[in-house]
């Protein structure tokens, strides 16, 4: 495939998630977590989904990656295949298994949307490591390799942080939601979301390439709407909710 083709493919992915930002944010979240809710279909382990719907991104990288090369990821793009993969890993297998989820279910449709979703991004940063991708040894200099890099860890830890916080906040086989609390807790509803949203955008800093631009900008797709929702989710279930906090940008929105 040439470069054009490529390209291309990466514009319609983006016009896509300009179309489900809209939707999301205009209409209603998607339906899982606090937000889940009958009429999309039969329903499955929320646990299990969890794993289901990450879990596959790991396989299509490395399998898009070999489609486009046969030779195994080297230098630069072994370590920014890898760190995709660590933050998946624990997407997959460590999240779930901490969730204090007893009995809750999320609907096979959104596993199913999920998995299309990482096929597609798999397939957008498999290919463009297997055949497009080439880092100068001076790239490890560079001040948008290392402020990525700062970010992405930044990001990553405020995210794991705070979705362990928010998991904690539930006694074991309890279900209900508290109000959080500390932290950035204390300025926003979501600090994981906005950790994650860190992550992605250090990731596609350190990478400097177009799949993992697009990536980031379909997390922003997906989570400011979800941070909108959250946050709202919050105030109409809590009187005493505290009024200054924001959704996701301390102070600002
Ligand atoms: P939430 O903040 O809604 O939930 C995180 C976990 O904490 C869940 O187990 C949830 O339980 C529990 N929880 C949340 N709030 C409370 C509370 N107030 N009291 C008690 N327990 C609580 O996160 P999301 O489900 O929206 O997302 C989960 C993770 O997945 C996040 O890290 C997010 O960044 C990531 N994600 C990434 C996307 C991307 O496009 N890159 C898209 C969507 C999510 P329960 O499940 O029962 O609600």
Partial sequence: ????????????????????????????????????????????????????????????LWLFYRLANSTPPAGFIALFMGLFMLHYLHRSFVFPMFMRTMGKKMPLAIVLSAVGFNLVNGFGLGYYFGIFASYEPKWLYDGRFIGGMLLFFAGMLLNIYSDYHLMNLRKPGETGYKIPAGGLFNYISCPNLLGELAEWAGYALMTWSLPALVFWLWSIANLVPRAKAHHQWYQSHFSNYPRSRKALLPGLW
């Fill in 1 to 60: 495939m040439s470069y054009t083709t490529y390209q291309i493919i990466e514009a319609v992915w983006l016009l896509v998630a300009i179309v489900a930002f809209l939707w999301l944010m205009l209409k209603d979240p998607a339906p899982y977590g606090r937000h889940v809710r009958q009429g999309f279909g039969p329903q499955i382990d929320n646990r299990l989904g969890w794993v289901l719907m990450e879990a596959p991104v790991m396989v299509f």
